[in-house]
């Protein structure tokens, strides 16, 4: 098959979304490698957007991580992110009042891509920063990720989860099943999330058209979240989904 030619600018654009919270810094070679590129023109591109403040180097490695002038606009970004103020002060509601973590993800490059998360000031935390604003998860391994996909058509979901055929080993007519089930009880439930013990209840936020457009994950330890008071977060994510839906609709 034939490889994209993309233009300079392209690939640019292309080196900038590389970096995240678990990759924040690349090599000259990294990059090439990435993009699939000739070193001569990755060391071009970063130079270009070092001299912008795109993006700076740290001399003592090599490396190259996001600059002063993009991590400006985080600030500009959130506040004029409607999805992100919609759900804000409901997340940070709900996370005071079940005592767990709380956050709102999106499907982005065929990820659960974290949106907003809300941490309760309490000392019953067994754990902390499990989730971040910009952690991107693998699709079928969050209850988030799972809502997400709910909605989709087979072949649309078949493209998504190929991304993770070296993760996951699940036969698509076993994913599309459990996919099915969740639409139709309209919440996902997921077990050992994350990390050994620890269980994540999700509910779809919909837009106009019934379409899923993000989806509320609460995330707490096995010990609190049990087959006995799961019911009651299953319907408190349902309730902060719905809430999130007004307050983003409202006129």
Same mark, same amino acid.
């Given at each position: 098959?034939?490889?994209?030619?993309?233009s300079s600018?392209?690939?640019?654009?292309?080196?900038?979304?590389?970096?995240?919270?678990?990759?924040?810094?690349?090599?000259?070679?990294?990059?090439?490698?990435?993009?699939?590129?000739?070193?001569?023109?990755?060391?071009?591109?970063?130079?270009?957007?070092?001299?912008?403040?795109?993006?700076?180097?740290?001399?003592?490695?090599?490396?190259?991580?996001?600059?002063?002038?993009?991590?400006?606009?985080?600030?500009?970004?959130?506040?004029?992110?409607?999805?992100?103020?919609?759900?804000?002060?409901?997340?940070?509601?709900?996370?005071?009042?079940?005592?767990?973590?709380?956050?709102?993800?999106?499907?982005?490059?065929?990820?659960?891509?974290?949106?907003?998360?809300?941490?309760?000031?309490?000392?019953?935390?067994?754990?902390?920063?499990?989730?971040?604003?910009?952690?991107?998860?693998?699709?079928?391994?969050?209850?988030?990720?799972?809502?997400?996909?709910?909605?989709?058509?087979?072949?649309?979901?078949?493209?998504?989860?190929?991304?993770?055929?070296?993760?996951?080993?699940?036969?698509?007519?076993?994913v599309m099943?459990?996919?099915? $089930?969740?639409? =139709?009880?309209?919440? %996902?439930?997921?077990?050992?999330?994350?990390?050994?013990? +620890? #269980?994540? &209840? @999700?509910?779809?936020?919909?837009? $106009?058209?019934? =379409?899923?457009?993000? %989806?509320?994950?609460?995330?707490?330890?096995?010990?609190? +979240? #049990?087959? &006995? @008071?799961?019911?009651?977060?299953?319907?408190?994510?349902?309730?902060?989904? %719905?809430?999130?839906?007004?307050?983003?609709?409202?006129?």
């Amino acid at each position: 098959m034939e490889q994209k030619r993309y233009s300079s600018l392209e690939n640019a654009l292309r080196i900038l979304e590389l970096f995240s919270v678990e990759e924040p810094d690349f090599s000259v070679r990294e990059v090439a490698e990435q993009l699939l590129i000739v070193d001569s023109t990755a060391h071009r591109l970063l130079s270009t957007l070092q001299k912008e403040g795109l993006i700076i180097k740290d001399d003592r490695n090599n490396r190259y991580r996001l600059g002063i002038s993009i991590r400006s606009l985080e600030s500009v970004i959130l506040k004029d992110l409607h999805l992100y103020n919609a759900s804000n002060l409901i997340l940070s509601s709900l996370a005071k009042k079940v005592s767990e973590t709380i956050s709102l993800c999106v499907l982005h490059r065929n990820q659960t891509f974290y949106v907003n998360t809300v941490e309760p000031d309490s000392d019953q935390m067994l754990y902390i920063g499990l989730t971040y604003i910009g952690k991107r998860q693998h699709v079928l391994s969050t209850s988030a990720g799972k809502v997400l996909l709910s909605n989709k058509e087979i072949e649309e979901v078949k493209k998504i989860i190929s991304f993770e055929k070296t993760v996951y080993n699940t036969r698509l007519e076993t994913v599309m099943a459990e996919l099915q $089930q969740i639409k =139709e009880k309209g919440y %996902a439930i997921s077990y050992n999330n994350f990390s050994s013990g +620890i #269980t994540s &209840v @999700s509910a779809p936020v919909k837009n $106009q058209n019934e =379409e899923i457009i993000a %989806a509320v994950e609460l995330i707490g330890p096995e010990q609190r +979240i #049990t087959p &006995v @008071s799961i019911q009651k977060y299953i319907k408190q994510a349902i309730e902060a989904a %719905a809430e999130i839906e007004t307050t983003y609709y409202a006129k």
